[in-house]
T-cell receptor, first 114, second 114 residues
Framework: DAMVIQNPRYQVTQFGKPVTLSCSQT?????MYWYQQKSSQAPKLLFH???????NEADTPDNFQSRRPNTSFCFLDIRSPGLGDAAMYLC?????????????FGPGTRLLVL | AQSVAQPEDQVNVAEGNPLTVKCTYS??????LFWYVQYPNRGLQFLLK??????LVKGSYGFEAEFNKSQTSFHLKKPSALVSDSALYFC????????????FGKGTKLSVIP
């Protein structure tokens, strides 16, 4: 089945130690998104790629970066995780740009910062 | 700016009874409305969406939603609730043809009581 895959499902890191979360998709979608979801809150968009074009949300901290080496893969890099970065990180994809396009989500990676 | 309100943090319903999860929205231009469900420690699963056309939208797992333009609402409904429907439900909106940003409500926890 076509899907959005996130690895690992759970990630433990130490305060200040860089961490990378990965997302892959078999849907061949043009757009990939990264969301942060803290406990009992709505997902918050961090950034997205339309093909290779990167779009950062205005309030996304500089500590968060992303890479998309090809259509299938997208990475979220947290350069120096703080305790406040502990959250569920959700990757999503959509086929294309128009507003009516559905975003399909992966299962998420839960990040714990010690 | 676009926004979504889910006025109930929690909805309790007995198994077999009809359920409604409420959502109202605010957006410039034509709204594109979505419902997602999230089970514990999982990603968001797409249920249904409204783009245009018939105000009653049918989706996955027997869910449906009614778009009401005058009341700016998009309530999620199901005629007969199952215990397995217990989860966190998110309403989301995109506004305008060129909009990519999916704005989520804060979520409503649905508990179906056996």
């Amino acid at each position: 089945d076509a899907m959005v895959i996130q690895n690992p499902r759970y990630q433990v890191t130490q305060f200040g130690k860089p961490v990378t979360l990965s997302c892959s998709q078999t849907l061949n979608h043009n757009v990939m998104y990264w969301y942060q979801q803290k406990s009992s809150q709505a997902p918050k968009l961090l950034f997205h790629y339309y093909d290779k074009d990167f779009n950062n949300e205005a309030d996304t901290p500089d500590n968060f970066q992303s890479r998309r080496p090809n259509t299938s893969f997208c990475f979220l890099d947290i350069r120096s995780p703080g305790l406040g970065d502990a959250a569920m990180y959700l990757c999503a994809t959509s086929r294309d740009w128009p507003a009516g396009e559905t975003q399909y989500f992966g299962p998420g990676t839960r990040l714990l910062v010690l | 700016a676009q926004s979504v309100a889910q006025p109930e943090d929690q909805v309790n319903v007995a198994e077999g009874n009809p359920l409604t999860v409420k959502c109202t929205y605010s957006v410039s231009g034509n709204p594109y409305l979505f419902w997602y469900v999230q089970y514990p420690n999982r990603g968001l699963q797409f249920l249904l969406k409204y783009i245009t056309g018939d105000n009653l939208v049918k989706g996955s797992y027997g869910f449906e939603a009614e778009f009401n333009k005058s009341q700016t609402s998009f309530h999620l409904k199901k005629p007969s609730a199952l215990v397995s429907d217990s989860a966190l439900y998110f309403c989301a909106v995109k506004g305008g043809a060129g909009s990519y940003q999916l704005t989520f409500g804060k979520g409503t926890k649905l508990s179906v009581i056996p």
